[in-house]
């Protein structure tokens, strides 16, 4: 789910799912000068699929 919700963002060029325990985790490949952090987190959110940021 949250990969769909960040998948549709504009500026957001790819995503990819994976797992880190029993946690999904995405990696999240964007173009900072269209799209920011918080305005991914936001939509992750909005959809309620967020979690937490690690970089």
Do not use: C
Request: proline share 2%.
């Amino acid at each position: 789910m949250g990969k769909s919700a960040l998948e549709r963002l504009n500026g957001v060029k790819s995503v990819t799912s994976g797992f880190s325990g029993f946690r999904e985790i995405n990696t999240v490949t964007f173009d900072p000068t269209v799209i920011t952090r918080d305005q991914m987190v936001s939509a992750l959110k909005k959809a309620g699929t967020y979690t937490g940021t690690r970089e």
